[in-house]
């Protein structure tokens, strides 16, 4: 399973662009990048899934460079309600099986 | 839609007694994922099963076992339980088509005990 690397907290405003980064230098060829987040006392929630370039839905993006060894989510004009933890999994359901290992997630803070 | 059901919500459990969590995946997932997260603490993978056989283990301590029913659902079942279990343990279920799969969590059973 590839080991991933987030930062362990970030600050922003109400507004602003916020771009978390994830770091999986060990990726193999079959895993995608999953990003979820989670508030206090909640299961985590899914946001966005990528293989490679740049995925969009309507709560975030997700760029993947070429060589796949980092991700990036982009959540356009956060509000207060998007303080919570983010969390990057990579893996691959068919050949990494059924564990799941969440890493140190980034705990994002927007303020007012 | 249908999401993830877990019961109880809330329980509360003395040193050494015995606890059953229950987790209700979502209809036709064919996956489902146990997670214990102590406070402050990121999810840690304890056990997951696929079409009911058990398929992947984590850190679930030997006192603890879990299987999966033919109606798909779970039960964790955690014995002589210690001060050091208290923690909120989420479940999520799972339907993946190749190697991409997303998991929806349930809203967790906080377990306290005194």
């Known amino acids: 399973l590839a080991k991933t690397t987030q930062p362990i907290s970030m600050d922003s405003y109400e507004g602003q662009e916020v771009n978390i980064t994830c770091s999986h230098n060990n990726i193999a060829t079959n895993d995608y990048i999953t990003w979820y987040q989670q508030f206090p006392s909640q299961g985590p929630r899914f946001i966005i899934q990528?293989?490679?370039t740049k995925v969009t839905n309507e709560v975030a993006s997700l760029f993947i460079p070429a060589d796949r060894k980092s991700s990036t989510l982009s959540l356009p004009r956060v509000s207060l309600s998007d303080t919570a933890v983010y969390y990057c999994l990579v893996g691959a359901r068919n050949t990494g099986g059924f564990k799941t290992i969440f890493g140190a997630g980034t705990r994002l803070f927007v303020k007012a | 839609a249908a999401g993830v059901i877990q019961s109880p919500r809330h329980l509360i459990k003395e040193k050494r007694e015995t606890a059953t969590l229950k987790c209700y995946p979502i209809?036709?997932?064919?996956?489902v994922y146990w997670y214990q997260q102590g406070p402050g603490q990121d999810p840690q993978f304890l056990i997951s099963f696929y079409e009911k056989m058990q398929s992947d283990k984590g850190s679930i301590p030997d006192r603890f076992s879990a299987q999966q029913f033919s109606d798909y659902h779970s039960e964790l079942n955690m014995s002589s339980l210690e001060l050091g279990d208290s923690a909120l343990y989420f479940c999520?279920?799972?339907?993946?088509?190749?190697?991409?799969?997303?998991?929806?969590f349930g809203p967790g059973t906080r377990l306290l005990v005194l």
């Open positions: 999520a279920s799972s339907y993946g088509q190749g190697a991409q799969e997303t998991q929806y």
């Open positions: 990528g293989y490679k």
């Open positions: 209809p036709r997932h064919d996956t």
